[in-house]
């Protein structure tokens, strides 16, 4: 089975850097993806990681360590529409699916 | 080029009643995925078609079934509904041939049942 943990809720300020941390346990581990999904919309795509380390895309960026079966997405000055729900999600090649954690609901305060 | 397209957007149902929800999926895409996503939550996988056959199936009941057409496009039925089967669900595209393949979403289909 799989099992992905991440945190339900958190709170930053406008301008300020905030890192979302991801925990899987998984086999046939075949890659990480982070997705953000604001209230009432679809999720969309962020970022992708299969090799360890830092993938940077603009103001957002995602580590990743297989060895450790852990992620963060980092997100740097913040804004007030960076409030939304982020999803972390493992895709299981045996499977063939992508398999979500519960997401962490980022609220950002001015 | 037409993303993900779901319908209906929103519906009501009472218990014990049945639905449909239809998807399209994305312009060069051959795989549907479904996925529940109750309030608060993240998706829950239901199954996955591909070649018009159910490739993969999650955690979820036989009242859950499936169909995908030649042109790719899927719909998902749910029979004798629950209030507990009240949610937003979510249909994804993707392309088989791409090992790790990226999903693409739809705006979903929120479904409330009284």
């Known amino acids: 089975g799989q099992n992905i943990d991440q945190p339900t809720e958190m709170t930053a300020t406008e301008g300020a850097i905030v890192q979302i941390n991801c925990t899987y346990q998984?086999?046939?581990?075949?890659?990480l993806f982070w997705y953000q999904q604001h209230a009432g919309e679809a999720p969309t795509f962020l970022s992708y990681?299969?090799?360890?380390g830092l993938e940077e895309k603009g103001r957002f960026s995602s580590f990743l360590s297989r060895s450790k079966g852990y992620s963060y997405l980092l997100l740097k000055e913040l804004q007030m529409k960076d409030s939304a729900s982020y999803l972390c999600?493992?895709?299981?090649?045996?499977?063939?699916?992508?398999?979500f954690g519960g997401g962490t609901r980022l609220m950002v305060k001015p | 080029d037409a993303g993900v397209t779901q319908s209906p957007t929103h519906l009501i149902k009472t218990r014990g009643q049945q639905v449909t929800l239809r998807c399209s999926p994305k312009?060069?895409?051959?795989?549907v995925s479904w996925y529940q996503q109750a309030l608060g939550q993240g998706p829950q996988f239901i199954f996955q078609?591909?070649?018009?056959?159910?490739?993969q199936r999650g955690n979820f009941p036989d009242r859950f079934s499936g169909h995908q057409f030649p042109n790719y496009s899927s719909e998902l039925n749910v029979n004798a509904l629950l209030l507990g089967d009240s949610a937003l669900y979510l249909c994804?595209?993707?392309?088989?041939?791409?090992?790790?393949?990226?999903?693409?979403f739809g705006e979903g289909s929120r479904l409330t049942v009284l």
């Open positions: 312009s060069g895409h051959d795989t």
């Open positions: 078609y591909y070649e018009e056959e159910e490739r």
């Open positions: 994804a595209s993707s392309l088989a041939a791409r090992v790790t393949g990226e999903l693409f």
């Open positions: 999600a493992v895709w299981n090649n045996a499977g063939n699916m992508l398999t």
């Open positions: 990681n299969v090799l360890d």
């Open positions: 998984t086999s046939g581990f075949n890659g």
